[in-house]
């Protein structure tokens, strides 16, 4: 360890117990690579709308990793979980084997971003690195399951470095499959165009007339644009499609409003508007090198116009800001036609009965294989007419 060997370990049960500049400190300390959702206002917007407490089953137990002085080494956001929704990264299966042998799997700790499938740090240094701090904060985290007498520990969407790190300290490692779109280098949507085939971006091109064929406007919304009207309307969107998709939707209506509040210029809105009223939008949310898309909602169906929305004006915000790449979402080999390519995704866990932990090691093993085999596949099946810089695969 460092010179700074820390103190002590401490968990806390709302976020609002740290300083806003000393979390931001440990995850976001390059503000080239700024991740919204692991910023004290995003996390902070989630508890205090209510949309992340013990009653939806996501009860915050934040780590913090402090030095003799109580300052702060590092931090990892991490909840009590009485469910496996709002993760994307699917153990209902071990669950199910955990119970059907006499076992109670839930509750079980699960570090990551409630509701959003976004890869980002769970090992929150100053540095950026995981080091020896990443390795406190792991290891903190299986202590703490160990002696609640907890069955698991997930940390799911993390980077690759932490991945790696949790191995070497034997945690169990998953992979899992999203499509992104990678910025080449384009100045303008032509650009992307100009790299497809063309009998691709003809398809692309029709898409998006009929999108809008209906007498349909695109309107984006950023920040101090937006008002509580658009987010009323939004969340009406929202509700239909979380209703129709989950059952229930994750988030409230003040959630939105407190985000808005709290991190304006990283929220965006993208709208769809027919006959003088909005009928559809797509909340994104703006990175330091990426753009975000959460939420899609409509009121009403029109061919392609999801693809418009959530993909293809994504993509044009993505150029004129010159950012690197945009991550539309959980899995959807559809978008691999509109120029987004696989990429693997991270996760870690750790299962404390040994006779699990050793059935899902097999059954990892095989996915691992079965995922990197999938990503090969579908990256040469990309709608590019050559292979551009950063087009690849995972």
């Known amino acids: 360890m460092g010179d700074s060997e820390p103190l002590k370990v401490e968990v806390t049960g709302e976020i609002a117990d740290v300083p806003a ?10 503000p080239s690579t700024y991740n919204p959702f692991v910023s004290h206002a995003f996390l902070k917007a989630l508890e205090d709308s209510g949309s992340v407490r013990a009653e939806t089953g996501w009860a915050p137990r934040h780590l913090l990793l402090r030095d003799r002085a109580g300052a702060l080494l590092g931090a990892m956001p991490l909840y009590l979980k009485g469910h496996s929704m709002g993760e994307y990264v699917f153990d209902y299966a071990w669950a199910d084997a955990y119970e059907r042998a006499g076992g109670e799997y839930y509750p079980k700790l699960q570090s990551s971003v409630p509701f959003t499938p976004v890869t980002g740090r769970r090992l929150l240094t100053p540095d950026g690195a995981p080091g020896w701090r990443g390795e406190a904060l792991l290891n903190a985290a299986v202590e703490l399951t160990s002696k609640n007498g907890l069955s698991s520990l997930h940390l799911t969407f993390l980077p690759e470095e932490e991945w790696h790190l949790g191995a070497r300290l034997g945690l169990l490692q998953r992979t899992g499959q999203q499509f992104h779109w990678l910025n080449a280098g384009y100045q303008s949507f032509d650009d992307f165009l100009g790299a497809l085939a063309s009998r691709k971006r003809k398809a692309v091109r029709k898409e998006r007339r009929e999108a809008v064929s209906a007498g349909i406007e695109i309107e984006w919304l950023i920040g101090s644009d937006i008002t509580e009207a658009h987010w009323d309307d939004f969340f009406a969107f929202y509700i239909d499609t979380s209703n129709r998709k989950w059952g229930r939707p994750y988030l409230n209506r003040a959630f939105f409003s407190r985000v808005h509040e709290a991190m304006p210029e990283s929220v965006a809105l993208c709208m769809a508007r027919r006959g ?11 990175g330091g090198d990426a753009l975000y898309g959460r939420y899609w909602g409509a009121i009403e169906h029109h061919p392609f116009l999801h693809f ?4 293809y004006q994504a993509i044009e915000l993505a150029v004129a800001r010159g950012l690197a790449r945009v991550e539309a979402g959980a899995q959807g080999e559809h978008k691999l036609a509109r120029g987004y390519v696989p990429q693997t995704t991270y996760s870690l866990h750790y299962l404390a009965h040994p006779g699990l932990a050793e059935a899902v090691e097999r059954f990892l093993e095989r996915e691992r294989e079965m995922v990197a085999q999938d990503n090969e596949i579908l990256a040469e099946a990309t709608p590019f007419r050559r292979r551009d810089p950063g087009q690849g695969g995972a």
């Open 308 to 311: 418009e929305v959530c993909y």
């Open 276 to 286: 003088g009223r909005y009928i559809a939008g797509a909340l994104n949310f703006i």
């Open 21 to 30: 500049a000393q979390w931001d400190a440990c995850a976001n300390p390059d």
